[in-house]
Each structure stands twice: as structure tokens, then as C-alpha cells.
């Protein structure tokens, strides 16, 4: 449809050559080209307006999603903020991308038949030293402003070096030339045209990459064309030229070009128009009657086709031929009714699962030809690829909701039960802690207390105390103790020494303790008070509950109004149908009536031949 998005994510990709690590906009910037690619602009369109930031390359991009996905009036607001930046001002869009934006907005505005937005458009293009997009912008002011069209003095072959749009330009410039009485210099420059188209070599994908020329892959270089649309090109040229003959009545040098133009050629139909017209003129009827034929096995359902076969009777009657003539009219008179038949057949109501496959010959012929109802089949197409979305957010607007609900669960939980139970076991913990500090407190005014020593030595003060207790014991029991006072008195004494040689240490461990100790009940203070406020947002999970709850409302009944738009489009479509079926109808009723008379009259020929040669058999 348009060339805007794919040249867009093109330029972007070459600019970010020696590009700066990705930020957030950026990713889903590329997200959504990839997701265009995918042939989802649906998605692309979402994917990129959930970025932070938009810059001038992501709105222009916006705008060309907002056009393929049917919604015009997005997109020309957008562009025309766009293009209202001066080449100054800070993240303007650079003037090439410029020039692709406004000529095919141009070429949009063309296709609606609104040349006065596309006259304005066209006017703002400033085409670059290097003439990108020269041959675009100077097709699209023709097809604007035809016929009054800019005519040069001689062919600017020159000037429009590395076009493609070249021969079209030019062979329009002939048609405007044959119309102002110069016919010669109109065939004229079509001759120097098809001079000037070349095929490329047919070189492989691997020579073409390595020989520097893989562009040709793609894209036409200058005027070497690849051989298809060479020929698409050079029978394009061939047929202005027959037109033009015709048109100076040099049938013979029309007759030249038309007889060799190519079978399979994308214009054979418009050939052979031209050709049965010369033909008749001059009067050749037997290959007047192929072409004929051709066209009404080429061309069903059309008016060609139904002319082709009345015709073939006019020709055979033109040339006495009157049994021939009856034949060939009974036989248009069968096939008019053959037509009627299977026309009302396919011309079935159309149901949206039939509009990209599944729709009749004579349906598709109808669209295919009618701009209005070609643009209808695209929009009902739109419509039901929002549809198709639809089904995919409203999915994720449930899971969406489910996960809210189960916060705010969580969080009613949190404030209701867990976070109560928590500052119990914390004030339980500060309670202990205040005990132990106390409790430290006190036994560091004892001498020597059990309490304050660890390890081996905490051990080894035990037995002594236990020892000492059995001594006293022993001593009220009157039982002979021999030196073990002495000996208790010498451990107690290292025992002494040991603590005091090591008391600053163990002071300076348990203060450590005690530090880490209250920091770590400082830090559960900070999560409690962390909890706390977590707790407090309630409220506000409770308005995104609501929130999704009016999204997923809004998208239910804009999912009724998109579905309500599609049967809309779809009655208007079935509706232009079956009015161009009556119309074709009505056509048809009376090329059968003509025809009828016309094989009247020849039957009553015949039947008055036929009295006469058998008067005379009978004389």
C-alpha cells in the first residue's frame, strides 16, 4: 500500500550504526518495527505507544500505523505536527524522511480523490542534492494536476537518471504532447524510451552480492530493469504508442505493434481492446473473430466480454455470412443467459471470513475494479483485525485484574493479620534485647562471672565451682582435704589472670555483638515500617482494581462498536453489489434484446432465402 513504513524502519536502522546503548524508547521502538514486519500493526501501534518517551521518528512512525490500520485523521494530525518543526528546533525529523512522509501522505490523499490536501502536501517536498525521490514527487504532480502537466522541451533522461519512475513520467508528457496536436514528438519520445530500457543480466544472488550490484535484488539501478518489469515496462510504451497511431489513423503502423504484443502480458486486455478496434476498422474479420473469442474467454462478467459476443454475428452478417450470423447469435443469446445465471449465483452476500479468500470470480472482479468498493473490503478488513486484538487486551485486562486481586488480598492479609503477628514478635525481640543488655550490664560488676565467659574457659570455671562446692561439703563433713584448697585457690588465681588478661577483648566483642544486635533490630524496624506503608496502598490498588474495571467495560463496548462498524461496512458492501448486479443485469437484458433482434432479422434473411431458392426449384 504505502512505501512509509518500511522506508522509515530502513532509515532508522541505518542510523543506528554507531548507535549509544538502547534506552527503554528505544527497545520498544524496535519492538514495534519488528511487530510491523510481522504484518501486526495493531500490536506495533500498541507496542509503541507504551514508551516513555516519543521522539520525532517514533511519531512519524505512529502516523503510519495509524494509516495502515484505517484511522486517517490520527495519522494527518500527527504529520502535519511533525512537519510544522523547523530543520532547527531540537529532534526535528531529518528533510529526507521528510520527503517520504509528505509524498505519501500525498499519494494518500490522491487515492481518496482529495488532490487539494495532496496539491499541499507535494508543494512542502524539498528533494535533497542527491534527487531522492525525484521521480516520485514529479509522478505524483502529474497525477494531480493531469492533464495540465509540466512539459519540457526535450526528454530529461538526464535528470531523472536512477528513477524508476522514469518511463512514466515521460510517456505521460507523450499522451499530454498527442493531445495538443503534436503527435510526432510524442512518438518520438515513447521511441527514445523503449531505446532507453535495458534488462539486467541474470546474474545470481551470490554474483550480484559480491560484484557490488545486490541492490539490483530489489530495486531497479537507473534505467536497467529486472525482466519482468522490463517487459511490464516495454509493453506499457507499446501500447501509448498503438493509442496514439490509432488515434492519427495509422491503423497499419497500430496493427504493427498490437499483432506481436505479448500473450501473457499484464495489459493484454487493454491490447486487445485496441486490437479488435483497428481490426474493425479495417475490416479484417477473420482475425477480428479470434480476438473476439479472446476476449470473452479472458474477460468474464464484463461489458467487453458482452459486446465480443454480439459482435461475432454483426461480422459474420457484415460479410453475407447469414448461417454463420443465426449460429453465432443463438449461441450470444445462450451465453447472455449463462452470464445472468452464474452472476446471480456469486453474487451471494459476502461475510467477512470470505473477504481475503473465499469470494466468487464475479465478486472479486467487482472490487477489483471499483476503488470505493476495494476501499470498503480494506476497511472491513481493519475492523477485523481491531477485533482480532480485541479478543488478545481483553485477555490481558482478566490476567491483569486477577494479579490486582490478588495483591489487594494480599495487602488486606497484611494489614489485617501478618502485620500485627510481626510487631508482636518484634516488641518481643526488643524486650529481650533491653533483658540481655541489663543482664550484661549487671554481671560485668562481678568479679569473675560465669555469665561473661565462652569456650574452654567457661568450661574449665565450671569444675572449678563444682570442685569448690565438694570441697565445702567436704569440710562440713569433717573429711581430711589435704592441700586441694590450696591447689583450687592456684586454678581460681590462673583462672583470675586468664580473665583479666583477656577482659578488654570480650568487652570489645560483646559491645560488637550488642551493635550488630541493635542494628539488626533497627533494620527490622525500617521493614516493619516498610510493611506499614505497603500496607497503605490499598487504596490506591483498589483504584487500579477500578480502573481495569472501566478498561475492560470500555473495551467490551468498544468491541461492540467495532463489531456493530464491520456489519455496517459489510451491509454497505453486500448493498454496492447487488446494485452493480442489477446494473450489470439491466446491461446485460438489453445486449440480450439487441442481440435478439439482430438474430431476427437474420432468421428472417434466411427464411426469405430459403422461400426464394425453393420457388425456383419448383419453376
Do not use: C
Amino acid at each position: 500500500m504505502l512505501l512509509l513504513l518500511p522506508l522509515l524502519v530502513q532509515a532508522a536502522a541505518s542510523a543506528q550504526a554507531a548507535a549509544t546503548p538502547a534506552t527503554i524508547a528505544e527497545k520498544h521502538y524496535r519492538q514495534a518495527a519488528w511487530a510491523f514486519y510481522l504484518q501486526q500493526p495493531a500490536q506495533a501501534l500498541e507496542t509503541l505507544q507504551l514508551a516513555p518517551q516519543h521522539d520525532a521518528r517514533t511519531r512519524l512512525l505512529e502516523a503510519g500505523l495509524y494509516l495502515q490500520l484505517s484511522m486517517p485523521q490520527h495519522a494527518i494530525a500527527l504529520i502535519d505536527t511533525l512537519l510544522s518543526d523547523t530543520a532547527a528546533s531540537p529532534g526535528a525529523l531529518p528533510q529526507a524522511l521528510k520527503n517520504v512522509a509528505l509524498l505519501q501522505f500525498a499519494r494518500y490523499q490522491l487515492e481518496q480523490g482529495n488532490k487539494t490536501p495532496a496539491r499541499d502536501y507535494l508543494k512542502q517536498v524539498q528533494i535533497t542534492d542527491d534527487n531522492a525521490w525525484l521521480g516520485q514527487q514529479l509522478l505524483l504532480e502529474q497525477l494531480i494536476n493531469w492533464p495540465d502537466i509540466t512539459l519540457p522541451p526535450a526528454p530529461e533522461f538526464e535528470r531523472l537518471r536512477h528513477q524508476p519512475e522514469m518511463p512514466y513520467i515521460i510517456s505521460n508528457q507523450a499522451l499530454v504532447l498527442a493531445q495538443t496536436d503534436h503527435s510526432d514528438t510524442a512518438l518520438d519520445w515513447l521511441a527514445q524510451i523503449r531505446q532507453q530500457l535495458k534488462t539486467s543480466e541474470g546474474q545470481g544472488f551470490w554474483q550480484l552480492l559480491f560484484s557490488g550490484q545486490w541492490h539490483l535484488l530489489s530495486e531497479p539501478d537507473g534505467f536497467i530493469y529486472p525482466s519482468a518489469e522490463h517487459e511490464a515496462l516495454s509493453d506499457y510504451v507499446a501500447l501509448t504508442q498503438a493509442q496514439l497511431h490509432i488515434q492519427r489513423q495509422e491503423f497499419a503502423a497500430a496493427d504493427a505493434i498490437l499483432s506481436n504484443f505479448a500473450a501473457d502480458s499484464v495489459l493484454n486486455r487493454n491490447a486487445l481492446q485496441l486490437y479488435s478496434h483497428i481490426l474493425t476498422e479495417q475490416r479484417h474479420v477473420p482475425a477480428l473473430l479470434a480476438v473476439l473469442q479472446q476476449q470473452i474467454r479472458l474477460q468474464p462478467f464484463s461489458h467487453t466480454a458482452w459486446l465480443a459476443a454480439t459482435r461475432i454475428g454483426e461480422q459474420l452478417e457484415r460479410v453475407l455470412q447469414v448461417d454463420d450470423a443465426l449460429g453465432a447469435y443463438r449461441w450470444a443469446d445462450q451465453y447472455y443467459v449463462q452470464q445472468a445465471q452464474q452472476m446471480q449465483q456469486q453474487a451471494r452476500p459476502v461475510e467477512v471470513g470470505q473477504l481475503q479468500q473465499g469470494l466468487s470470480a464475479w465478486q472479486q472482479l467487482q472490487i477489483s475494479n471499483d476503488s470505493q468498493l476495494f476501499h470498503l473490503q480494506q476497511d472491513i478488513l481493519s475492523v477485523q483485525q481491531h477485533l482480532t486484538a480485541a479478543a488478545q487486551r481483553q485477555l490481558r485486562l482478566a490476567q491483569l485484574q486477577d494479579v490486582t486481586n490478588l495483591k489487594l488480598t494480599q495487602q488486606r492479609q497484611l494489614l489485617s493479620s501478618r502485620l500485627p503477628q510481626l510487631r508482636q514478635q518484634r516488641d518481643a525481640l526488643q524486650q529481650q534485647f533491653s533483658q540481655l543488655q541489663q543482664q550484661i550490664s549487671a554481671a560485668e560488676q562481678q568479679p569473675m562471672p560465669l555469665s561473661l565467659w565462652q569456650g574452654k574457659p567457661y568450661q574449665q570455671l565450671q569444675r572449678l565451682d563444682r570442685a569448690e562446692q565438694r570441697l565445702a561439703v567436704l569440710q562440713q563433713h569433717q573429711q581430711p582435704l589435704q592441700n586441694y584448697p590450696q591447689r583450687l585457690n592456684r586454678l581460681r588465681g590462673l583462672l583470675q589472670w586468664q580473665y583479666s588478661n583477656s577482659a578488654a577483648e570480650r568487652r570489645w566483642q560483646r559491645q560488637k555483638q550488642l551493635q550488630q544486635t541493635a542494628g539488626v533490630l533497627e533494620q527490622l524496624e525500617l521493614q516493619m515500617a516498610a510493611l506499614a506503608r505497603q500496607g497503605n496502598k490499598t487504596e490506591r490498588l483498589q483504584q487500579v482494581q477500578q480502573r481495569l474495571t472501566q478498561l475492560s467495560n470500555h473495551q467490551q463496548q468498544l468491541n461492540l462498536a467495532l463489531l456493530s462498524k464491520q456489519q455496517q461496512l459489510l451491509a454497505e458492501l453486500n448493498q454496492q453489489l447487488q446494485q452493480r448486479l442489477q446494473q450489470q443485469l439491466a446491461t446485460l437484458n438489453d445486449l440480450q434484446r439487441h442481440n435478439k433482434e439482430s438474430m431476427a432479422r437474420v432468421m428472417e434473411r434466411v427464411l426469405l432465402s430459403s422461400g426464394t431458392d425453393n420457388s425456383g426449384a419448383g419453376l
